[in-house]
């Protein structure tokens, strides 16, 4: 550690010292057309090919010797913007890049190849949403986080679901940031879609190693997406239709380049469409009975920021989404009779509601200041909140009518999980000259987590005292501060590197945690078109998620690193080489090993549901973890035919003293090979393809391949016949085999059509068009024949999602 | 919204998602188990009540299918504290015995047995000390749930002696005998005679059973938060005592314990302590060795979860090397109480 942090101080007065009479360019660069902040936009004296690229903001700083400056700031896919000017002082130039895209192309990435091989930066992919809407979807619902389950390292988890899991990591170690706020459950309709609405989403960024130090607090990806701020030049908006959900996009100007506004939403209608039927059925067969099951999904991103000059922006953006399960059971019938003269007329009312929800809220209020031409600021409050309920509640009501009498009584119960953030950050980017990028900066999150809650409430007209009770884990705070500094160093045009350090503390019941992690990466270019990076990255993360293996439930509990239970730790580092021929291709091969400790795991035996009943420590068993792999990565970024190859050779193992015996096993998701080849098709002017075809090997599972007699029930009586034996089913460790491989073919079109004022798109597709049975879950089966007195044993498979058609209307205006 | 193309239309959407989330089952007729040998399943449960048996059978594996074999001429030798014993005699039915010798508490026992066509096996197991008969203090005690609702029960806090340097382990189990009861009776006009006796009622009499306690009627309790409890179904009859008594147990450990008193409460529902004779209940303790411990354990663990697709599999533990199945060893000891005056005035009161 003292060594890393000499050598980083050396490296930067070192490089400090040269300045000379320099001014400094700042500014932004945004889209011209809806005012969008470009990020990673190059912006560079056009000769000596010195530069910076903007940041998220679009925001950029760049310091040239005083003179004749020519120059330039390009983008993929937009036209490029050159300019020669004198420099004599420091000058603030806002740049609005036009869009330039050819009709027969298509572009899947703002990041251009030569950009991406001249980075520090190792293991990261971003993505545009107009990548998404491309590469067909299943039931059309165009999926950002599902297109990431396409590139190497990142693994999906069981068919069809939006779980990721990154370089053998598990889903609690992606720190998944929408605008900058932790998002803690990224999946609807039980992870068959991701609650990220791409309509709503300007770009997107996965790092799967080398972490800059201003990431923390996870171990395995950071994934940042970034809302759309609004067009502040015209208003526009988008709507679509499709199997599953509708959705509507609107954004414009309040102020012309003042103040914007985007808003969309999203909603599934299952629920919707099937009412009248449920309530014909009721008409027929209810007898009193209205019974209303249903589901929906629905999300609400919105987004409003102001201008108050080239240095003050203010932003709020908001998130928020759930899915809901419900019963509705209304029920009201009254029972008239006779009896010995005697007339009686009772009338029997009650009502039911039973749900299963769960969902994110999330919110930002951002203020940007420009403080200086060298010194960008980022003033963040933030909230986060996601919570999981289950819930019945009744109500009955019996009324005498002869005797004028009511009986009440209700009955409520619920169990919650929750966690809750409350942030505050101070991120600030500093570049004193085009050999130095300084980023520093403080996070402080507020944690408050409940980790199962019950709740209780009865009331009975009889007299006897009501129940109002609330038990279990609730609301446990915990602190998180962090603080970093990282430099991108330019040492010579060939090598360049990110040096930083990240210092974090949590503080949980008493407990105080600390971590200080190194974080470094380097890039050497050993010709104009080739380099080679490398990484390394120690990483602590106070959460642990407790997941039910079988499948990535919204049952799944966040749960705080305690005095017993340690922050998870891993250490991992990365080696690569980045090549390209020219602006359109892209070659890239990375080799990293990657070290955890501290993981926890549900005991062998234990589960969700014995979670109320006492402590969830004592429920879970705390191991290790290793994964080590290659990744290739061949993509073409721009023209008529684009897309990549994706291939992954991996590892993840486990390894927990309590379960198996303490073997070493494999990682529920490791999978050996993984091949991804995508396409994108631009057909006329009116229509384009999409194709994508994945394989992987198959995910281990469990199953027993032995049994063995028990000790019991026969011992006793040696000399009785011993066909009632009792026997144990027997494996020797977890996961000690593996499903079928997995493979399937997507195929989609899309065909656009300009209307008067609408542009109309319909998609159409299918989802595994070979209709391979891919296994969703393998589980023994046993039949017993009554006639032969004898049971079979049956290994059977379920598959879903076997060639899934889908449609959709789209128009944007 | 137009109805005639609503409800045709909502039909044809809701019939797609349907068919798109709907699962298709198939069998799996291709699958390939790992290849393995059978291998020998030794199982014995030592005490020092009884004498030696230990039985030998093979293991059924899927691939190559096999079925269970009882191993009858297999060579199962016995060793304490590393002396040979001997030769254990075959008896049939995969049994083995040595006549007339009985284990003794403290002392280590290793079988090893060779058999033709098998790998040779061998396991080990130390005779547990006896649990000593606990300090048991009895009192009615109320619970009043969280829910709100309030149960009345009787609570018999159990103190044990155990030592600081080593970890016991213990199933605890319940037992009493009901009194023979005659109910449904009512006096017959005609008297008859049924084969057996001469009816003059139609009495039907409940015998006098023995009584076991359901673990879901049993609360248990300590102040330390280190001992574990594990409450299982009545599988596990390794008392020594006439089997009827063996019972639900529950079973914990003193492991990470430093205390050299152990003390755990049991509360028992009413209805199980009603009528019972002689107005006593016997507390059983079985002292386990850490090996048999541990397969209890498990097996009561994979019990538990084994129809639950939301937990992971238990592998059950084994400690036969190169083998299957439990050599361990038990030590039990009974205790009887006899209810309290104020308890049985409450009984009466409430029955």
């Known amino acids: 550690m003292k060594l890393f942090l000499l050598c ?65 700031a390009t983008f993929t896919g937009y036209q490029s913007f050159t300019a020669t000017f004198t420099l004599s002082r420091d000058t603030v130039i806002n740049i609005a890049l036009e869009p330039v895209i050819e009709l027969d192309e298509v572009v899947v990435s703002g990041q251009s190849p030569l950009q991406n091989i001249r980075s520090t930066q190792m293991g990261t992919i971003q993505l545009s949403p107009a990548k998404t809407e491309i590469i067909p979807a299943l039931l059309g619902e165009t999926d950002i986080v599902k297109t990431f389950q396409l590139m190497p390292g990142v693994q999906g988890g069981t068919e069809g679901t939006s779980g990721f899991y990154v370089r053998g990591g598990g889903p609690d170690q992606n720190l998944i940031l929408l605008d900058g706020v932790p998002v803690y459950n990224v999946s609807h309709l039980f992870g068959f879609m991701s609650v990220f609405n791409s309509d709503a989403i300007r770009n997107v960024t996965l790092i799967k190693g080398g ?55 999203r909603r599934s209608y299952i629920d919707l469409l099937s009412y009248p039927f449920q309530m014909m059925a009721n008409k027929k067969y209810g007898e009193g009975e209205k019974l209303w099951v249903g589901y929906f999904l629905q999300d609400f991103n919105a987004k409003i920021n102001h201008t108050f000059n080239n240095q003050h922006r203010l932003y709020l953006s908001v998130y928020t989404g759930k899915d809901k399960f419900f019963l509705n059971d209304k029920y009201d019938h009254t029972y008239s009779y006779a009896y010995e003269d005697q007339q009686s007329s009772i009338q029997y009312k009650s009502e039911n509601k039973i749900r299963l929800q769960w969902g994110n809220t999330t919110g930002a209020l951002r203020w940007n200041n420009i403080i200086n031409n060298q010194l960008f600021a980022n003033l963040t409050a933030t909230v986060s909140d996601y919570k999981f309920r289950i819930f019945e509640d009744y109500e009955h009501e019996q009324i005498d009518r002869i005797a004028n009498t009511t009986q009440k009584s209700s009955y409520y119960y619920e169990y919650y999980s929750q966690i809750r953030d409350y942030g505050l950050k101070a991120d600030f980017d500093f570049v004193p000259s085009p050999q130095h990028y ?82 470094f990466s380097a890039r050497f270019m050993l010709n104009k078109r080739l380099s080679a990076k490398v990484s390394y990255t120690n990483m602590q993360q106070y959460l642990h998620l407790l997941a039910n ?57 234990a589960s969700f549901f014995e979670l109320n009943q006492g402590d969830w420590e004592d ?106 034996l009792r026997t144990i089913e027997h494996f020797e460790k977890r996961n000690n085999y593996r499903m079928p491989d997995y493979h399937r073919l997507d195929l989609g079109f899309n065909f656009h059509k300009q209307k008067k004022r609408v542009y109309r798109t319909w998609s159409v597709g299918v989802y595994n068009a070979y209709a391979r049975n891919n296994p969703f879950m393998i589980f023994k089966d046993h039949e017993w024949d009554e006639q032969n007195n004898t049971s079979t044993t049956q290994l059977k498979q379920l598959s879903v999602f076997n060639m899934i058609p889908y449609v959709r209307w789209g128009i944007k205006f | ?128 000390r006896k649990a000593e008969n606990p300090q048991v203090e009895q009192r009615m005690h109320t619970t009043t749930y969280e829910q709100g609702y309030t149960v009345t029960r009787m609570e018999y806090n159990l103190t044990y002696e155990v030592p600081i340097t080593q970890a016991v382990f213990y199933g605890t189990s319940i037992s009493s005998q009901k009194q023979e009861m005659a109910v449904f009776c009512e006096e017959l006009e005609t008297p008859y005679f049924d084969g057996y006796y001469y009816r003059t009622d139609t009495c039907y009499y409940v015998p006098a059973e023995p009584l076991i306690v ?77 090996v048999l411990y541990k397969f209890m354990y498990s097996l009561a663990k ?34 009887v109480i006899q209810y309290d005056d104020e308890f049985l005035e409450s009984l009466k009161s409430n029955y």
């Open chain 1, 211 to 265: 972490f800059p130090a201003r990431y923390g607090g996870r171990l395995s990806s950071v994934l940042d997406i970034r809302m759309k701020e609004g067009n502040n030049q015209e208003f526009k908006g988008s709507a679509s239709i499709g199997i599953i959900s509708s959705k509507l996009t609107l954004e414009g100007p309040i102020k012309s380049d003042k103040t914007s506004f985007m808003f969309s939403g």
């Open chain 2, 302 to 335: 994979k019990y538990e979860v084994d129809d639950s697709p939301f937990a992971e599999k238990v592998s059950v533990y084994s400690n036969v090397n190169g083998g299957l199945g439990i050599f361990g060893s038990s030590n039990s000891t009974g205790h």
């Open chain 1, 438 to 519: 300084f980023r520093f900066g403080m996070h402080n999150t507020l944690h408050y987590f409940s980790p199962g809650v019950t709740v209780n409430r009865d009331y009975y007209d009889s007299g006897s005292t009501p129940i109002d009770t609330i038990y279990g884990n609730k609301n446990i705070p915990a602190n998180e501060m962090m603080v970093y500094v990282e430099d991108d160093i330019t040492l010579s045009p060939a090598v360049r590197l990110n040096a930083g350090l990240h210092y974090s503390n949590f503080n949980v019941q008493g407990t105080t945690y600390h971590s200080l992690e190194p974080r």
């Open chain 2, 214 to 290: 359901l673990t879901q009627y049993i609360s248990t309790y300590s102040n330390s938060s280190l001992i574990k409890f594990l409450k299982s179904w009545g599988e596990y009859q390794t008392s020594s005592f006439d089997e009827n008594y063996s019972a639900e147990k529950v079973y914990f450990s003193s492991q990470n314990y430093s205390s050299n008193k152990l003390s755990l409460a049991l509360r028992i529902d009413y209805y199980y302590l009603f009528d019972n004779l002689n107005n006593e209940i016997t507390i059983w303790t079985d002292s386990f060795d850490e």
């Open chain 1, 619 to 724: 429920l879970v068993t705390v191991g290790t973890g290793e994964s080590y792999g290659v990744e290739l990565l061949a993509q073409k970024h721009l023209g008529r035919v684009s897309g990549w190859v994706g291939y992954t050779l991996s590892w993840a193992n486990r390894q927990f003293d309590e379960i198996g015996s303490g073997q070493k096993y494999p990682y529920r998701y490791d999978s050996r090979h993984d091949i991804s080849i995508v396409t994108t098709i631009k057909l006329t002017e009116k229509s384009d393809f999409g194709a994508a075809w994945v394989f992987r090997t198959g995910y281990p599972f469990t199953m027993e391949d032995e049994e063995f007699h028990s000790p019991f029930n026969f011992f006793k009586e040696p000399n009785s016949p011993s066909n009632d």
């Open chain 1, 549 to 605: 293996s079988s499948m990535g439930l919204p049952t799944d509990l966040w749960v705080p690193a305690t005095k017993k239970i340690k922050p998870q730790k891993s250490q991992q580092s990365a080696l690569g080489l980045a090549y390209a021929p020219n602006t359109i291709y892209e070659f890239s091969v990375e080799g990293y090993y990657k070290y955890m400790k501290n993981l926890i795991d549900y005991a062998e035996g």
């Open chain 2, 1 to 128: 919204m137009n109805h005639k193309i609503y409800s045709p239309l909502s039909l044809a959407i809701a019939i797609l998602v349907l068919l798109g989330l709907s699962a298709c089952e198939t069998l799996i007729d291709d699958f390939e188990y790992e290849k393995k040998p059978s291998r020998l399943v030794v199982n014995a449960i030592l005490n020092p009540d009884s004498v030696i048996n230990i039985h030998v059978s093979s293991s059924r594996t899927y691939n190559p299918p096999g079925s269970f074999k009882l191993i009858e001429n297999a060579i199962v030798e016995l060793f304490e504290n590393n002396n040979p014993l001997g030769q254990l005699n075959s008896i049939g039915n995969g049994y083995y015995s040595l006549p007339n010798t009985y284990p003794q508490e403290n002392a280590t026992y290793k079988v090893v047995v060779v058999a033709d066509g098998y790998e040779s096996v061998w396991a080990e197991t130390t005779i547990p």
């Open chain 1, 8 to 72: 980083f101080a050396l490296l930067v007065t070192g490089t400090l010292v040269v300045r000379a009479q320099n001014a400094t360019i700042s500014g932004t660069i945004t889209d011209a057309r809806t005012g969008e902040p470009l990020l990673s936009a190059n912006i560079y004296h056009s000769e000596t090919l010195s530069g910076t690229a903007s940041n998220t903001y679009g925001f950029f700083s760049l310091r040239q010797p005083q003179g004749i400056i020519p120059l330039s």
